[in-house]
């Protein structure tokens, strides 16, 4: 995974417990770096998940509630470094529609190496969507907290419901309803 990732999540853990704080659960981690990332490392998603229990055990938040706290706290960081992605869509759905279409396509030109996953968008009606995330990464939790943040994002309000497929461990199903 790409470094910035990691850098990131340090900065929301830096935000909500504090540098010490996050300098002793690092510490704790049993990190590969020792919890060293750059934005331009490359690193494996263990650490991720590494560094996400070792919060949820310091916390005592689950690490799902984190993941999607990061979901959150990375759309964030998209709109405010990446505006172009966003300058044109009038809403959430037009935005997850654009990720395999547009945004993917521009960060594999910047990383031709990154692994990414892939989302599967289908508008059902108007006010629902079906959107699959395929990775072999088990951060289906922070999707939905960018999902949700994609909503937020455009005032939008609506429902979320996601389902692991069983047959498939890797992808994970979401359908989102908008409130009219």
């Known amino acids: 995974m790409k470094g910035t990732i990691f850098v990131e999540l340090i900065k929301m853990a830096e935000n909500a417990f504090g540098e010490d704080t996050v300098d002793e659960v690092l510490d704790k981690a049993d990190l590969e770096n020792d919890g060293a990332f750059t934005t331009v490392g490359n690193y494996p998603c263990s650490e991720l998940v590494k560094i996400v229990v070792a ?67 289908e508008r059902t009606t108007p006010n629902q969507m079906m959107m699959v995330y395929d990775s072999p990464r088990p951060l289906g939790a922070f999707c939905h907290g960018m999902i949700e943040a994609a909503l937020a994002h455009f005032d939008e309000k609506g429902g979320i419901t996601s389902q692991v497929n069983l047959a498939k461990p890797t992808v994970t199903n979401f359908e989102i309803t908008l409130q009219s």
């Open 55 to 121: 919060f949820s055990e310091h916390s005592g938040i689950d690490a799902e509630t984190l993941q999607k706290m990061f979901g959150h706290w990375m759309l964030t960081h998209f709109v405010e470094h990446y505006p172009q992605f966003f300058a044109d869509k009038k809403d959430a759905f037009s935005l997850l529609d654009s990720i395999e279409s547009e945004i993917h396509v521009e960060v594999r030109k910047l990383y031709p190496e990154a692994e990414l996953p892939t989302f599967t968008t």
